[in-house]
């Protein structure tokens, strides 16, 4: 069996997570299960051992610069795909408990596998679209936090993803390279969905020349009862900054 990396376990210190030897165990299987899956299903570009630790694993796990995950929590990853960031947040922070979402039924099957061959509880996979979830009364507005590292701007995710926060929950996006304009664009449309004006932490993936960008906003007030909008408009009709 292979094993992590220092490099990757001197990341993880320096932002104040450390694994047990059974977490360190999860991590290497949940990969092994990742690239043999992966030959069948599209589920990631990056299948290097060391790459995986760091463009997926590490960088799933970077939310812990702006949020406090050590409590209990109840978090949803929206558009989670091969399950980031939501199995390594899983993985790390055990007592999270987490809601897998994504529109492709197969992608959660293989996620099942995997939280089956971990051990891991308290986590439960979601096939709908992030339309469909907001305005159902089981998730709309139940998470402390939502997490996305889903490929859609800024104006377009908020709209999907803080329906689903609480009020006094918070909203992450994770962003590669500069986000100032997307945040700029999409100030109006977080505003209306009941959400702060975004704040951004920019850092280095560690061990790289790699830009990241967490965009957090939190939730003020409740999201009015309108949005989100039907499955597909607000992708086709962002809410106009």
């Known amino acids: 069996m292979k094993e992590l990396t220092p490099e990757f376990l001197d990341a993880l210190s320096e932002m104040g997570v450390t694994l047990s030897e059974q977490q360190k165990e999860q991590f290497v299987t949940y990969y092994e299960m990742l690239v043999e899956k992966n030959k069948v299903l599209n589920l990631t570009t990056v299948t290097e051992f060391e790459e995986v630790l ?6 799933s796990l970077s939310v812990c610069r702006v949020l406090d995950l050590d409590a209990p929590k109840k978090v949803i990853d929206v558009g989670t795909g091969a399950g980031f960031p939501g199995i390594p947040l899983k993985i790390a922070f055990p007592d999270l408990e987490v809601v897998l979402l994504d529109s492709l039924q197969k992608r959660l099957t293989f996620l099942e ?3 089956t061959e971990l ?30 590292r889903a490929v859609a701007n800024l104006s377009v995710l908020s709209e999907l993803c803080l329906p689903m926060v609480k009020v006094g929950g918070s909203f992450v996006s994770y962003k590669s390279g500069k986000a100032d304009e ?14 702060k004006k975004a704040r951004k932490e920019h850092f280095l993936l560690p061990g790289s020349d790699m830009e990241r960008i967490l965009v957090v906003v939190e939730k003020k007030e409740p999201t009015p009862k309108n949005f989100p909008r039907k499955a597909g408009i607000p992708a086709k009709k962002p809410i106009a900054s």
């Open 182 to 195: 997307e945040i700029a664009h999409a100030s109006r449309a977080i505003r209306i969905l009941g959400g």
């Open 54 to 59: 760091q463009k997926h694993f590490l960088d």
């Open 119 to 148: 051990g891991l509880e308290n986590v439960s996979f979601l096939h709908a679209r992030a339309e469909d979830a907001g305005k159902d009364p089981a998730y709309r507005e139940q998470f402390d936090f939502c997490v996305s």
């Open 113 to 115: 596998e995997v939280t």
